[in-house]
């Protein structure tokens, strides 16, 4: 009696060692077939190219020796597997409980085909891993940290009184977590064209190019992301950048200047909070007037000109000051278990205030030494700014 059609459908691309226990797993059925998204399909689906083409990943597919034969699916999308299922008749349809779906369940039920689903469980002794955790790992798209003038890149803040925003380009060194304030929506944005790394070309422009993306004109929320995100990540260094009743900024000017970017290494640190909840509005209650919007404005001018001289103390203050402005005009920022984390760190520094919105995710702290904060603080990130090719 010859052995039951097993068929499973993936893309395949990053192939690991899950992977291989998948196939090693639904192997135990009977003779296992792969079908294999196609780099039209993975282009038009999920909206990025593949690292290996659709040959080579087809190549190392079929050499695994749990694999009695595998093929490039013929249709699009999602199903993207069922001219060939349909051709091939199996007797099981195997997916992992990443890929299970009310549709594959009916679909298979239709057609009298088994449907089971198998735990993501790694190989006795192996580490577990995914396409997606291996895509970050691998991915060196920067984020950003403000350090001053955050809010005042919208022109609902803007028109009350022009200012700065001060940002670092930041290397992707730890976990950068989602909700957590630093411009993880943007850099998901432009992972979407650029999975791994951004290209070579002038970063002003990319940062227009990244802001034009990310703010589909069509977008149905009716949300104008700030510009100092799209900055923040593809301008390296220190940026600040200039807004005056506009989405995108007057001017753009940038320090390479090595000893100034030490300095901020050695003065920065980042503090891991719970992320900022779902559904949460940090707009509001919010509370703009002129007054605040000049002490926003006012803070990060002494801000950056405390980092120009290198001068801890007056750069401790105007940070702080910055984020009692951008608290005054926004108190959601502060919500949640966030009140907790500063109480525990407030006396533990020099000055705090939280990236982006706020709302958790993370305190972005100036410390005296953050070689010696992190000797005492072991949860503490220490940071690499991003330099500019040479």
């Known amino acids: 009696m010859s052995n039951k059609k097993v068929f499973v459908s993936g893309c395949y691309d990053l192939l690991h060692s899950g992977h291989v226990e998948f196939f090693r797993q639904a192997a135990a059925y009977g003779d296992l077939y792969v079908g294999i998204g196609s780099d039209d399909t993975i282009l038009h689906y ?60 009916q679909f298979c039920e239709e057609r009298s085909i088994e449907y089971i689903v198998l735990k993501r469980d790694p190989h006795e002794g192996l580490e577990a891993h995914s396409s997606t955790s291996l ?35 930041l290397e992707p060194t730890f976990e950068i977590r989602d909700r957590c304030g630093l411009s993880t929506s943007t850099r998901n944005k432009i992972k979407k064209i650029w ?13 227009r190019l990244v802001f034009c993306f990310e703010n589909d004109p069509e ?14 990540i593809c301008v390296p260094g220190l ?36 992320p900022r909840p779902q559904g949460c509005s940090i707009v509001e209650g919010k509370d703009i007037t002129e007054a605040k919007v ?14 120009m001289n290198k001068d801890l103390q007056a750069f401790a203050a105007a940070y702080r000051a910055s984020f009692l402005a951008q608290t005054a005009m926004f108190p959601a920022m502060i919500q949640g278990t966030v009140p907790s984390y500063i109480k525990k760190y407030e006396n533990l520094v020099m000055a705090y205030k939280m990236p ?35």
């Open 46 to 105: 999920k909206n990025h190219r593949t690292l290996y083409n659709e040959k080579e990943r087809l190549f190392m597919v079929k050499a695994i020796r749990y694999v009695k034969d595998a093929f490039i699916n013929s249709g699009s999308g999602v199903m993207d597997f069922v001219p060939n299922l349909e051709l091939l008749k199996p007797d099981i349809f195997v997916v992992n409980e990443d890929g299970a779906s009310e549709m594959k369940r």
């Open 239 to 274: 940026c600040r950048h200039y807004y005056n009743n506009r989405f995108w900024p007057e001017k753009i000017e940038t320090c390479y200047d090595e000893s100034i970017l030490r300095w901020l290494e050695s003065h920065l640190v980042l503090i891991p909070m719970d």
């Open 294 to 307: 000049k002490a926003l404005a006012k803070a990060a001018d002494d801000c950056w000109q405390a980092i």
């Open 195 to 207: 999975p791994l790394r951004l290209p070579d070309m002038n970063p002003e422009m990319l940062a």
């Open 219 to 232: 977008r149905d929320d009716g949300y104008i992301s700030g510009a100092q995100d799209s900055i923040g």
């Open 135 to 169: 895509k970050e790992r691998l991915c060196d798209i920067p984020t950003r940290l403000d350090l001053a003038g955050t809010w005042i890149d919208q022109p609902y803040v803007s028109c009350y009184a022009p200012g700065w925003a001060i940002t670092i380009s």
């Open 356 to 390: 982006g919105a706020g709302g958790g995710g993370y305190l972005a702290c100036v410390v005296d030494d953050v070689v010696q904060f992190k000797q005492d603080h072991k949860e503490a990130i220490q940071l690499t700014i991003r330099r500019a090719e040479p």
